[in-house]
């Protein structure tokens, strides 16, 4: 069955600490991992998709990378802006209508 | 328009009720999704669309829930005769075929139900 597992799930950063969050994950076949944040009372806001393993993405202070079992969020230096929720979500090659969310890890960065 | 938008934002049911949540996907995206989130949770799929087809509602989880599109743009998620574990975020999603799943899927800012 197709899962996601995200730890920890809540995570306290001094800002300009530098941490990251991880995505396990079981597929039948990947076609995508995406990285979503979500902010208090808003839907999920895309931030990156990832393919294979060994793939990198970055976005400001957040990296993503893919290995074949899990991903990981790195974010450097963070700031209190960054505080959000983040979502970790797979689609499956033989069914890629719909995403499996992991549920979240709960960043706050304090100043 | 410039992103998804759903109504209300808000909704409180009473048990037993009936409700209706809409969605304004964001003009010329042929894909839409309903997914439902409760507290501390990720999301979770209820149903596909492509155009006006229904083609996947595996996730809805009983015979109360219905979601139709039937013109190919808005669509409506109800609810009937609402249990106290309906309780939840219901967020709806859109796509275009032509950007792909580089871009992800546009969320809207969901429905809050509460049923009491």
């Known amino acids: 069955e197709d899962q996601v597992t995200q730890s920890p799930e809540a995570l306290r950063l001094q800002e300009g600490e530098s941490s990251s969050l991880n995505c396990s994950y079981t597929v039948s076949g990947l076609r995508g991992l995406f990285w979503y944040r979500q902010d208090p009372g808003k839907g999920p806001e895309f931030l990156f998709t990832?393919?294979?393993a060994g793939e990198e993405k970055e976005k400001e202070r957040l990296k993503a990378t893919l290995t074949k079992k899990e991903s990981f969020l790195h974010i450097t230096a963070p700031k209190p802006e960054d505080s959000a929720t983040y979502l970790c979500a797979v689609q499956a090659r033989d069914n890629f209508n719909k995403f499996y969310f992991g549920s979240g890890t709960k960043l706050n960065v304090k100043p | 328009g410039a992103g998804v938008s759903q109504s209300p934002r808000y909704k409180v049911a009473k048990r037993g009720q009936d409700v209706a949540l809409r969605c304004d996907p964001i003009s010329g995206h042929v894909s839409l999704f309903w997914y439902q989130q409760a507290l501390g949770q990720g999301p979770e799929f209820l149903t596909y669309f492509q155009n006006e087809a229904q083609l996947d509602k595996s996730g809805l989880p009983s015979d109360r829930f219905f979601a139709e599109r039937p013109e190919g743009s808005v669509s409506t998620l109800k609810i009937q005769r609402t249990q106290q574990e309906d309780s939840a975020v219901y967020l709806c999603a859109s796509s275009s075929p032509l950007a792909g799943i580089d871009y992800g899927y546009t969320f809207g800012s969901g429905t809050r139900l509460t049923v009491v």
């Open positions: 990832l393919y294979s």
